[in-house]
């Protein structure tokens, strides 16, 4: 398979499962570590898990010095040193104990009604943790959710405040959690437009991204000398099966991401048994539909 290396903008390839996108994006970073073995090329995958096999497929390709191959959170460390802003990432029982101060503090203040009988069973803690994780995924700010909850519910209301103290506490203790790790490499991004640039970066195995994720690739876009992201699907994404990656092209796309789509040339040569399997699977059903009507 042979790919273009010209940095020609933000490209998607789209392809079924086996129709060769991670090898796509192997030959590309091997390529690019050819080309320019002093510019940073880096493989993202959505997992460790995915990292491993990622690193597998590349040393029996041949490897390449100088590719590194990790998760978002990689990517942000090693922006947040080159921005001379590293931050320790908090360890899980430093951010249940920090939580569980936090509510006790505001028990103590008379702001903690709904959640006071239960704020020392241990269930809570873990919630917020879960809770405070997904709006930061969201990249939802402590005072923009404060002031959306002020006319809900006390319950919503304690849960703000909560949010906000919590952030306010990680700050004044100069720590990190792992999804504001990410948000402070956005802010590096975004007040250094030399950082990261040049670099080439491949984003393989994602069905969604995160916004903060999202975000970054949006950033990332205007100053890498080359970035290439692979979804499932075939053709327009009509099929319902990659009605997913059709919203994750959609809303990359809403969110400023100027991606060209096009479809991997091995997409037409997977194996027969995958191929009509995906067949039998989905246009099966089309016609059978099409029969009953």
């Not at 903008?9 to 570590?33: E, F, H, M, N, Y």
Request: aromatic share 6%.
């Amino acid at each position: 398979m042979s790919l273009p290396l010209e940095a020609t903008g933000p490209v998607l390839w789209i392809g079924p499962a086996a129709s060769g996108k991670t090898q796509a994006c192997i030959d590309r970073v091997r390529a690019q570590a050819r080309a320019a073995p002093l510019t940073p090329t880096w493989a993202l995958l959505p997992d460790g898990h995915q990292v491993n096999a990622f690193r597998r497929r590349l040393l029996a390709s041949g490897g390449a010095l100088g590719v590194r191959v990790g998760t978002f959170d990689g990517l942000y460390t090693e922006l947040l040193a080159l921005a001379d802003k590293p931050l320790p990432i908090a360890p899980e029982p430093v951010l249940h104990r920090l939580i569980q101060s936090v509510l006790d503090r505001l028990a103590e203040e008379g702001a903690l009604r709904h959640y006071a009988p239960i704020r020392r069973r241990p269930g809570l803690a873990l919630a917020l943790n879960d809770l405070f994780a997904e709006l930061k995924r969201s990249r939802v700010a402590p005072d923009a959710l404060t002031g959306a909850m002020a006319e809900s519910e006390p319950r919503l209301q304690e849960l703000a405040a909560a949010y906000e103290r919590y952030q306010a506490a990680l700050i004044h203790a100069g720590w990190a959690d792992s999804e504001g790790r990410g948000w402070l490499a956005i802010e590096a991004l975004t007040h250094d437009p030399t950082l990261a640039s040049g670099w080439h970066v491949v984003v393989d195995g994602f069905d969604s991204f995160t916004a903060t994720q999202r975000e970054t690739l949006r950033l990332l876009q205007a100053r890498t000398g080359s970035l290439a992201v692979t979804l499932m699907g075939e053709g327009d994404l009509s099929r319902s099966a990659y009605r997913r990656f059709h919203t994750t092209l959609e809303t990359l796309r809403a969110e400023g991401l100027a991606l060209t789509v096009q479809s991997l040339p091995g997409s037409r040569v997977r194996p027969v048994i995958l191929r009509g399997l995906a067949d039998a699977i989905f246009d099966g059903r089309r016609q059978s539909r099409a029969a009953r009507s």
